[in-house]
């Protein structure tokens, strides 16, 4: 599977953005749906992922009550709508897919930079 990730770019600090993620190839059994990030000089974290359309949606603490997770099935793309957006959310946003049996996501997009501004 092939992941496109977008939507990234500059914003002020209470700003939005909608990043979005679009799947291509082996997309037919796909279990999760995630989003990830890495800020400069930190390891890559999770941030919120998906499962069987929609029955489980978890976040990490940080950005629970200002992020969202959604899925448009019908064009294999899932979205990260990011409300009052904090300098400290800055990193570089990755989508990625994990397939049923697996532990792990794999199948990680190019990412997309998000940059929040104080």
């Known amino acids: 599977v092939q992941l496109q990730a977008s939507g990234g770019g500059l914003v002020q600090a209470g700003g939005s953005l909608r990043l979005s993620c679009v799947a291509s190839?082996?997309?037919?059994?796909?279990?999760?749906r995630g989003w990830f990030r890495q800020a400069p000089g930190k390891e890559r974290e999770f941030v919120a992922e998906?499962?069987?359309?929609?029955?489980?949606?978890s976040y990490t603490d940080s950005v629970k009550g200002r992020f969202t997770i959604s899925r448009d099935r019908a064009k294999n793309t899932w979205f990260l709508q990011m409300n009052s957006l904090k300098p400290e959310d800055t990193a570089v946003y990755y989508c990625?897919?994990?397939?049923?049996?697996?532990?792990?996501?794999?199948?990680w997009g190019q990412g997309t930079l998000v940059t929040v501004s104080s």
């Open positions: 998906i499962i069987s359309n929609g029955a489980v949606i």
């Open positions: 990625a897919v994990r397939f049923p049996g697996v532990s792990e996501y794999g199948s």
């Open positions: 190839g082996r997309t037919v059994g796909i279990y999760a």
